[in-house]
């Protein structure tokens, strides 16, 4: 289109510059950024009411947007005074509830984006029947969603998002309402899938195991923001403050005193430090935005530090959690969660004692 | 209905016999009485009847007068409802008012509201000498109808949109390649498809069921329908063949009734129990991703302002011409200024309005309050879905509901006529089995509101059956049983087609005056007469107005 002398497979698959949306008076995204790679997973991740499923639906077209650009496959298909509808625009979505139309069964539910390219009803049920089959779920090809479980609806959901044969898919919490090991299942299957068809993927969710699992890119979204993004080791390795540490897994503070920086270098961006914590004296990985001598607030992750050790500390609480136990102790710098393989070795009451192995210094 | 298991199991017990006895009274005797009378007198008189040209030819006008009001006000309805909840047309809160406005009133005041603003000597002909013709005769009868009808489509057409058609089913096909018109073709009408034959049912037995539009407008015309014919019938009714002829044609109402409603309501109920796995949705969210751009929202402004010289034209100017016809002195006089008067009024209040006034708010109090609790019996019953017993119950109250006025009215009076003829009471027993199945859906309604678990949290809280039911039950229920009380009230009040057959000298409702007054050829008082009806109507509508406003 307008770019018509750059390769478009070379393009990013979707381009969002300064994005706004809005409902009636108020803009819920202002100002929004994001680029999506050529078969790229980037994963939305944010609590409820972050505007992550809004940043979807526009990039979908199913809402217009009030200020930037959206461009898909480096084609524009959004902008104040433009807005071409979603079957003009190279994407395909996958629903939180799956979104099955009652009246067509899982074959003609698959084929239905097939024949909207025009191809004839017995070579799009073959091409269905294709999918169906790739997705192990071919013996349901004739049922209908009311006949399906909810895993089955949306592998059938799935299904249909891969016929349409988009550049980029739009996932919105496609695993919301299913549960435990079905929830894994379908994660993998997305991104065999994904990986086959070399689609990028643009997928929200509050779940956070999920994002780091699934995603080549994690995106941190608050309040209609991207407040960090980075690969998913680097947003929970280094997250830019409290909520986002909260936000990518598990995070203890406390408070320390950073007394000074030892010699030799300590691995992925942390340096050997002294610290003073609760008024003892500890050297251990530290990294962060500010290093600089003084009072600091520590993240600690459940398995950055240890049972046993120089630190005192007092045992509040015992989760056993099969694999691995966490355990909340209670010490003079603040609680701290410390997650520890097999069951539990302490019991609450005990002052095992701790060790700190790293951390990261948050902003203040 | 969880809610409603413990007083289920309390009613099995104690009130199934009385809901069974009050079904009898009310609808049983009265129909077996009218089977009776109409098959009496053997197949020969029956079959003679029925191929008297005059009686054939009223049915076969009901017939196809009705199945086009069904198309017309369906697809008008549906188109309604497709503006209103999915194309996010601007003032779409207005055009909602706008398509309820004809609810409130009476169909006959409306088909009024015709001959005064289309008709010979009505506004168009007094300023534009043009007038609609065709207006007396199936056209107007056909026209007027729909115009009643299509706020019935649009309100179940618009509730399935909003409630069971979730927008992401729409959404996924634009996703997946389709245009608005594919989307519409293939997925929004086929999931639309039982609402719309519901419609269709609806606006069929409205139409068939129609007695004052086609008494004002096509009587003049020699046009007859079975409902106009059964009044002249009755009429007569010192002829007992006329009366046995009125018996005859009532019972082939109820026959027709039954064909149409009998196989779609088990269709229907075959669907809706298929449904119960799938998903219920966002309400009334629209679905964008039309052209969205400058050309999109033009193409909304049109669709709009379409409606709204729709709304004009077909409900506000004929509402017009009766407020006009009232406040002028006579008839042929231009409705300026310089002719108003308010002696109208003075002659309507003076004359027979206060009478009439106190005999329809009287009965319409009357049937409201008796009928809730009527409905309430039958929706605790059928509640527990699971009893048999309780279905058929519900069965027979709906075949009240669904069976024609007339036809219930002449079965009404052929059973309790000898004791109570010329009474209040034989209307209001008429009203309690006619409106029964409404105030049943309206309880149902409200039970489906209350939260499953709320009466079990209250009884696991300690409190007893009954206790929990005044103190959790009763409060979160009122708002929504007063709401069906005053919509029991409004059909009361607008009531026509049985209180024209059944109203002595002492009797007459309000409704009964205004048409009385109309066919006399006294279209200045009909008319005060008639706004004061629908302003009556208007301002006992109100609150239901707000309620809905806060319940959104």
Redesign the interface.
């Known amino acids: 289109m307008d770019a018509a002398d750059v390769d478009d497979r070379l393009l990013p698959a979707a381009e969002l510059r300064g994005l706004a949306v809005g409902y009636g008076e108020r803009l819920v995204i202002d100002g929004l950024d994001l680029t999506v790679a050529r078969g790229e997973m980037v994963v939305l991740l944010g609590p409820s009411g972050s505007s992550k499923t809004t940043i979807l639906a526009a990039v979908a077209g199913f809402v217009p947007v009030r200020g930037g650009e959206i461009r898909i496959a480096g084609r524009t298909v959004a902008t104040p005074s433009r807005h071409d509808p979603p079957e003009r625009r190279d994407v395909a979505v996958v629903f939180q509830g799956a979104a099955l139309w009652p009246h067509l069964s899982a074959a003609d539910t698959v084929a239905y984006p097939i024949r909207r390219r025009g191809t004839g009803p017995r070579d799009a049920d073959r091409e269905a029947r294709r999918i169906l089959g790739r997705l192990g779920i071919e013996d349901l090809a004739g049922r209908r969603p009311a006949e399906l479980s909810g895993g089955e609806q949306q592998r059938v959901g799935l299904g249909r998002a891969l016929a349409r044969g988009a550049a980029l898919h739009l996932l919105d919490e496609p695993t919301a309402h299913l549960d435990g090991p079905l929830r894994d299942r379908l994660l993998d299957e997305i991104a065999a899938t994904r990986r086959e068809s070399g689609a990028a993927g643009l997928y929200a969710t509050h779940d956070t195991g999920e994002a780091l699992a699934i995603a080549d890119r994690v995106a941190l979204v608050r309040a209609g923001r991207i407040v960090q993004a980075g690969s998913p080791t680097e947003v929970y390795e280094a997250p830019i403050d409290t909520w986002a540490a909260r936000l990518t897994g598990p995070a203890s503070e406390i408070e320390a005193v950073l007394v000074g920086f030892g010699s030799g270098s300590a691995g992925f961006g942390g340096e050997l430090a002294e610290l003073d914590v609760g008024g003892v004296r500890i050297r251990s990985r530290i990294d962060g935005a500010a290093l600089g001598p003084g009072p600091a607030r520590l993240l600690i992750r459940p398995d950055w530090a240890a049972l046993g050790g120089s630190l005192p500390g007092r045992v509040g609480a015992v989760r056993f959690r099969g694999s691995h136990t966490d355990v909340d102790l209670d010490t003079p710098a603040g609680a701290v969660t410390i997650r520890r393989p097999g069951p539990p070795s302490v019991g609450v009451g005990d002052t095992p004692g701790w060790s700190l192995a790293r951390g990261r210094i948050l902003p203040t | 209905m969880a809610a409603s298991g413990r007083l289920g199991r309390m009613a099995d017990l104690r009130l199934r016999p009385l809901a069974a006895v009050l079904l009898v009274v009310l609808i049983g005797i009265p129909i077996a009485r009218l089977l009776g009378v109409a098959l009496g007198d053997g197949p020969t008189v029956v079959a003679a009847t029925l191929t008297d040209s005059r009686v054939a030819g009223a049915i076969g006008n009901s017939l196809w007068t009705a199945a086009l009001v069904a198309l017309l006000a369906t697809s008008g309805g549906t188109a309604l409802a497709l503006a209103t909840e999915r194309a996010g047309l601007p003032g779409t809160a207005w055009i909602r008012a706008g398509i309820l406005l004809p609810l409130l009133c009476p169909p006959f005041v409306t088909a009024f509201g015709w001959t005064r603003a289309y008709g010979p000597r009505g506004l168009t002909d007094q300023a534009l000498g043009i007038e609609l013709p065709g207006l007396y005769g199936p056209l107007g009868i056909v026209l007027v109808l729909a115009v009643a009808a299509a706020p019935l489509a649009w309100l179940i057409v618009a509730g399935a949109l909003a409630s069971r058609l979730?927008p992401?089913?729409e959404?996924?096909?634009?996703?997946?390649?389709?245009?608005?018109g594919?989307t519409l073709r293939?997925?929004t009408l086929?999931?639309l498809r039982p609402a719309i034959l519901s419609a269709l049912v609806v606006t069929f037995v409205f139409a068939v069921n129609a007695f004052g539009v086609p008494a004002i407008l096509g009587t003049p015309a020699g046009f007859a329908t079975i409902t106009t014919r059964m009044y002249q019938d009755l009429a007569r009714s010192a002829d007992p063949a006329a009366f046995v002829e009125a018996g005859i044609l009532a019972a082939t109402l109820v026959a027709l009734a039954l064909l149409v409603v009998g196989p779609a309501d088990a269709w229907l109920t075959g669907r809706a129990a298929?449904?119960t796995?799938?998903?219920a949705?966002g309400r009334g969210a629209r679905?964008?991703?039309?052209?969205?751009?400058?050309r999109?929202s033009r193409a909304r402004s049109i669709a709009a302002a379409g409606i709204g010289l729709g709304f004009v034209l077909l409900t506000l100017l004929p509402l017009c011409a009766v407020l006009l016809t009232a406040l002028t002195r006579a008839v042929g006089l231009a409705p300026v200024p310089g002719n108003w008067t308010l002696a109208n009024f003075g002659e309507a209040l003076d004359a027979r309005f206060g009478d009439a006034l106190a005999t329809s708010l009287l009965l319409a109090a009357a049937a409201a309050t008796i009928v809730l609790p009527l409905g309430a019996l039958l929706a605790v019953l059928a509640g527990r879905s699971r009893t048999r017993g309780g279905n058929v119950l519900r069965t027979a109250a709906t075949l009240g509901f669904a069976l024609p006025g007339s036809a219930l009215a002449v079965a009404v009076l052929l059973a309790y006529g000898g004791w109570l003829r010329d009474t209040l009471a034989i209307i209001l027993v008429a009203y309690l089995a006619k409106f029964w199945a409404l105030g049943q859906r309206q309880v149902a309604g409200s039970l489906e509101r209350l939260p499953a678990d709320a009466l079990r949290a209250a009884r696991a809280s300690g409190a007893g059956g009954w206790t929990a039911v005044r103190t959790i039950g009763a409060p979160l229920l009122r708002p929504s049983l007063l709401a069906g009380w005053i919509v029991v009230f409004l059909f009361a009040l607008h009531e026509l087609t049985m209180s024209s057959l059944l109203y002595g000298p002492r009797s007459a409702t309000l409704s009964v005056v205004v048409l009385n007054a109309q066919q006399l050829g006294d279209p200045t008082v009909s008319a005060a007469l008639a706004v004061l009806l629908v302003g009556l109507i208007a301002v006992i509508a109100l609150p239901l107005a707000f309620m809905a406003r806060a319940r959104t």
């Open positions: 979730e992401d089913l959404r996924a096909a634009r996703a997946a390649g389709a245009g608005p594919t293939t997925v086929p999931l298929a449904r796995a799938e998903t949705g679905v964008p991703g039309g052209g969205r751009g400058a999109g």
